[in-house]
């Protein structure tokens, strides 16, 4: 399983609450990397969580980055899963 599945499989079986409470601890553009091209339910799940400034703030930044290479995005989803493996 590739790094994207585990990370979309992260946010499949995080509950809302969990990401409530911890996602203030992820720096933004980190999360804007990560959530870079993968589908828009999984983008809105963690999205919806951030509260109205912080995910505006994401929305944002995912624009500005314009295309970002598959490394990238997958170096962010990887340190987001290690992140949350730790806070788990």
Do not use: H, W
Not at 13 to 19: G, K, L, N, P, V
Not at 53 to 78: D, H, I, P, W
């Amino acid at each position: 399983m590739g790094v994207s599945e585990n990370f979309i499989g992260l946010i499949q079986r995080t509950s809302e609450s969990f990401i409530r409470d911890n996602i203030y601890m992820l720096d933004k553009s980190l999360i804007a990397k990560a959530l870079k091209n993968i589908a828009p339910q999984y983008q809105e799940k963690v999205l919806k969580n951030m509260g109205s400034e912080g995910s505006a703030e994401v929305k944002r930044l995912m624009a500005s980055l314009g295309e970002v290479s598959a490394e990238t995005v997958e170096s962010a989803q990887q340190e987001i899963i290690s992140l949350a493996s730790q806070m788990m």
